[in-house]
């Protein structure tokens, strides 16, 4: 194999091994939101949430806290689902979604320092 080859092989592979530009080398990384939410008012509202966003397999936890007005709900590593999907998901429960936030906290860590 001459050395242009090699050499253009040794780099493909570098490159590929790499991983796409700007993932993290950290596969745990978490990737949770925080939702305030206007209408919980009870707990039957609490479990279906958190019934709705179980359903979905990017879904690794959620915490519904009726006392904070808060959904928070962390996704399984690569995946989640947008602003836009999980205003539909509570809208259609009857909720009214105030904002959202991303945070790389996890829905564990929200929980506690919810106490």
Do not use: H, W
């Not at 950290?26 to 939702?35: C, F, G």
């Not at 958190?50 to 590593?77: G, I, M």
Request: include cysteine.
């Amino acid at each position: 194999m001459n050395n242009i080859l090699k050499t253009a092989l040794i780099s493909f592979l570098l490159v590929a091994l790499a991983g796409p530009v700007g993932a993290t080398s950290d596969e745990n990384t978490l990737n949770s939101v925080r939702v305030e939410v206007n209408g919980l008012v009870c707990a039957f509202c609490a479990r279906g949430i958190r019934n709705t966003f179980n359903r979905e397999s990017a879904t690794a936890d959620v915490l519904v806290s009726l006392e904070n007005r808060l959904v928070a709900v962390e996704f399984k590593p690569g995946m989640q689902l947008s602003d836009e999907e999980i205003t539909k998901r509570l809208t259609d429960s009857g909720y009214n979604v105030v904002s959202i936030t991303r945070t790389d906290e996890s829905v564990a860590s929200i929980r506690a320092s919810l106490k």
